[in-house]
């Protein structure tokens, strides 16, 4: 039977929407395979008061590390607990969050494992398993997958060239490591009825595995819904003409019950935190809504909204290249649109 494993970093705030996101994502992978069975490494310092949650939410089986050593964010240990949990189970897939945690364990995960990985995910399809193995640049290349009931090839679906295309990859090797961006994959219905299998995962976190320390954690306070929480993100552009100009578009998003973000010119000009940027080096995200306001549209500010469900865009220079992605375009200065876009959300939400 396949195993399909999922990462999940349980903190103090709670479990993760991304982890949900990776247990349907799993669910989804297992169908199309025919095959197969959802677990999830759970690992945090309660992480075991999340196991039923995940369980109602499509998981079949939860591993949980629950070490007073996770209470901080290493690498190490958390590599080590992944290793014991992966001897444990010995799963074909391995799914993780394309987050700052994902993004530094996955690659490592890989290389200590010696497999191959796809990151930044924002889909898959399985091709039906070939009579003999496929040939890519004279080696084999990706490999199926199950057993007699199903199996296949996984093509990872990923945004290439600043999210300008879509392309399909294939990892080599029996097992696999995808990281996936946050929204990717809606979570699976609640059904408190589901039952499971929770099981401690039993590994020793000795401090001497953990070479590097966390000396000071700073973040950078923003207030109302997160970026990487919002269904609606509003961003703003060097054509705001200042950090006034945000004010506005704050007051638009708390209407919306949406986040505001930036391109790279107003963060890099002091006029947001550098926790608003969204692009290439910024905040990469999946919104239902986004709505980019005076943003001439570069490929690396492209790149972190690629995935928008729809994307909406508001400039006065006709010929920005953001046009040519945008669902809907307004030709036009913002000063005159925001406020009638403002006014005419107020009647409706009867605000």
Partial sequence: MTGILAFS??????????????????EQLREELGDGI??????????????????????????????PELQSYKTELILAVLETAIEQVSPAVILFPADTVGGEVAPRLAYRLGVGIVTDCVGFEVEPPPSSPPKLGGKEGGQSLGGERGG???????????????????AKGPLQIATFRQRAFEPLPEDTSRQGKVQALQVELEPALAQVSLVEEVREEVEGISLDEAEIVI????????????????????????????SRPPADSGWVPHAK????????LSPSLYIA?????????????????????????????IFKV????????????????????????GD
């Fill in 9 to 26: 970093l349980a903190s103090a705030e709670g479990l993760p929407r991304s982890a949900l996101e990776l247990v349907a994502a799993a």
């Fill in 38 to 67: 959802v677990q999830v490494a759970l690992l945090g310092p309660d992480a075991a008061s999340y196991a039923e949650t995940l369980i109602h939410h499509g998981a079949d089986e939860v591993l949980v590390a629950s070490s």
């Fill in 152 to 170: 296949g090839c996984i093509r990872w679906l990923r945004p290439v060239y600043g999210g300008k295309a879509m392309a399909y990859m294939v």
């Fill in 235 to 262: 961003g703003g552009g060097r054509g705001m003409g200042g950090p006034e100009s945000f004010s506005e578009l704050e007051t638009l998003a708390e209407i919306l019950r949406g986040a505001v973000g930036s």
């Fill in 277 to 284: 940027l969204i692009g290439q080096t910024g905040k990469i």
């Fill in 293 to 321: 306001i005076g943003i001439s549209g570069a490929p690396q500010h492209m790149a972190g909204i690629s995935a928008a469900r729809t994307i909406v865009a508001i400039n006065k220079d006709e010929d920005a290249p």
């Fill in 326 to 349: 945008a669902h809907l375009g307004v030709v036009d200065d913002w000063r005159q649109v925001i406020p009638a876009l403002i006014r005419a959300c107020r009647e409706l939400v």
